[in-house]
């Protein structure tokens, strides 16, 4: 069945650098895929639409200079957390809709954990 | 926000029927239901999803009442493994709500 992909599975970084994360989908092709984030004990918070070569779509409240997102192939999404500082630590999760095929079924990747220091 | 309404928790005795009720009146006619669950530090993970009738998979049943505003997801001998948030979401909604924190006790 279809899967979404999620690299790194978690990262510890400098505070100051930045940090990129991986969304692929395998054996479909994804238009659209979805960042969120996740702090302890809540539940997910949508981030932005990543649109196949087009610009990203952010929620309100979310900085898009801070959180660069690339779409650049129907398989691809790369989210790239820029200049990270702790409060960036957070459990970042991507998902794909799998589109009429699949009764608009969201797909989800494992999630990244990432820690600043 | 989201569009669905769950309770925020429930407990369930290992070896019983845990049944998580779902409330989603402004689903559209053609909208499917699905349900997922997330256990600590992992993505949600993908159970079912339907449209008006019953459905039943290797991991638990979907109850849909006629009127499509609700729905109940049923794991019909709950396991220590099975605890965890489970979320109900209309096939259109990016927005989770807070779901449901299932804890299985043994």
């Known amino acids: 069945g279809a899967v979404v992909s999620q690299h790194p599975s978690w990262v510890i970084c400098k505070s100051g650098t930045s940090v990129k994360i991986e969304c692929r989908s395998l054996d479909f092709q994804a238009t659209t895929m979805f960042w969120y984030r996740q702090f302890p004990k809540q539940s997910l918070m949508l981030m932005a639409t990543s649109n196949e070569g087009s610009k990203a779509t952010y929620e309100q409240g979310v900085e898009k200079d801070k959180f660069l997102i690339n779409h650049a192939s129907l398989t691809l999404s790369t989210l790239t957390v820029t200049s990270a500082h702790p409060e960036d630590s957070s459990f970042y999760i991507c998902s794909a809709r799998g589109g009429a095929l699949f009764n608009e079924k969201l797909f989800f990747g494992s999630g990244t954990q990432l820690s600043v220091l | 926000d989201a569009k669905t309404t769950q309770p925020p928790s429930m407990d369930c005795a290992e070896g019983r029927a845990a049944n998580l009720p779902c409330n989603h009146s402004?689903?559209?006619?053609?909208?499917?239901v699905y349900w997922y669950r997330q256990i600590h530090s992992q993505g949600p993970q993908y159970i079912i999803h339907g449209l008006k009738n019953n459905e039943t998979n290797e991991m638990a049943s979907l109850i849909i009442t006629e009127d499509r505003k609700s729905s109940t997801l049923i794991l019909p001998h709950a396991t220590l493994r099975d605890t965890a948030v489970y979320y109900c979401l209309q096939a259109r909604q990016l927005t989770f709500g807070s779901g449901t924190q299932l804890t299985v006790l043994p």
């Open positions: 402004t689903i559209s006619g053609n909208e499917y």
